[in-house]
């Protein structure tokens, strides 16, 4: 079985964007919460939101995005992808993660991350220091998500038997996701017993890297498959491949601008695309566009090449409210259909 979510950028919405659609901020919100809800109609399995700060989204405190959806839904699945754990106390993430389970009736996906290195650097924060943030709450949040008791000695979280509530609904916790990128990040994931999510890279490489965990999995006596593997891609659907082709070149734009000040980025297809050193490329993969069959169909591929049973669809990535919503309901009621029969 293949579960399909919808991984939410929310795009920010521009003065100029505003000026062009008559939406005024509050409205925009609202229009977003009423697409989320229909993505329950739809038959989304879940939506993961992400976490960005500083401009071009409205994604910085996704949490609360989970608990305004969560009273708008009943069975979605509802998480981040993930949380950039450096920018908080550890006690505090242990404690929404159980808060928001009990508010979404045990709906509640954890994902976490360490963060984008251009957003981390603008309050101060190296990669390094990051690093070694995330590694001490990422301890902190498993004992505790087992315990409820949080107790801990480093070098920046010191707690002393510290009871933290309210406990998560899902017994014995709610499932765990890990963004990676490396093998070596694959591998410490499945020695947590998380769940993993990727892109941006070709679907052989992917494979790779799910191989990875799947391998330490096997070593640490882990039960893992393709269930606890997610396939994240840039999804554009149109009703012809012109208007696929056209929209598809307006998003490439758009990301092409988006991460041109990420060091760890370099894009393998896009024409005049920016080249650093050093990080991953991103791949052709990582962008399936063309009507709702030729859609089905790469996603179909990319997951039974790869061994994912989860896809991460971000659909029509930074485009204004109105196309993102046909997109949605293209998708949901096209692609959709075609995924859920998919024998994976």
Not at 190 to 212: P, Q
């Amino acid at each position: 079985m293949l579960r399909t979510w919808v991984f939410e950028f929310f795009p920010e919405l521009t003065d100029q964007a505003a000026a062009a659609s008559g939406q005024s901020t509050p409205q925009y919100f609202a229009d977003y919460l009423s697409l989320w809800q229909r993505d329950e109609a739809l038959g989304f399995d879940g939506i993961f939101f992400s976490e960005h700060h500083f401009g071009s989204s409205f994604s910085s405190s996704p949490n609360l995005l989970i608990a305004a959806t969560a009273v708008k839904t009943t069975t979605i699945r509802l998480g981040v992808m993930g949380v950039v754990v450096p920018y908080y106390p550890a006690a505090r993430i242990v404690e929404e993660i159980g808060l928001l389970d009990q508010l979404s009736g045990g709906r509640l996906e954890i994902g976490t991350a360490i963060g984008v290195p251009q957003e981390l650097a603008q309050v101060g924060l190296t990669m390094d220091q990051a690093r070694r943030m995330y590694n001490e709450a990422i301890e902190i949040l498993d004992s505790a998500l087992e315990t409820g008791i949080a107790n801990y000695d480093g070098e920046f979280f010191k707690y002393d038997n510290l009871p933290l509530l309210p406990r998560p609904a899902q017994p014995p916790q709610p499932p765990k996701w890990a963004t990676v990128v490396s093998a070596d990040s694959a591998r410490k994931a499945a020695r947590r017993h998380s769940r993993i999510c990727t892109g941006f890279t070709t679907t052989d490489e992917v494979k790779a890297l799910f191989d990875a965990y799947l391998a330490e999995a096997q070593t640490v006596g882990f039960k893992a498959g393709g269930d606890h593997l997610g396939l994240r891609r840039r999804v554009i659907v149109a009703e012809s491949e012109t208007a696929a082709h056209e929209m598809s070149h307006s998003a490439a734009e758009r990301y092409k601008a988006f991460v041109a000040n990420d060091p760890r980025m370099k894009f393998s297809h896009i024409p005049d695309a920016p080249r650093q050193s050093g990080g991953f490329s991103v791949s052709d993969d990582e962008f399936i566009s063309g009507t709702p069959s030729q859609v089905a169909d790469r996603i179909i591929d990319q997951c039974e090449r790869s061994g994912a049973r989860n896809f991460l669809a971000i659909l029509h990535w930074g485009a204004g409210l109105q196309e993102v919503s046909t997109a949605h309901e293209l998708f949901g009621q096209k692609v959709l259909p075609v995924l859920k029969k998919a024998n994976l």
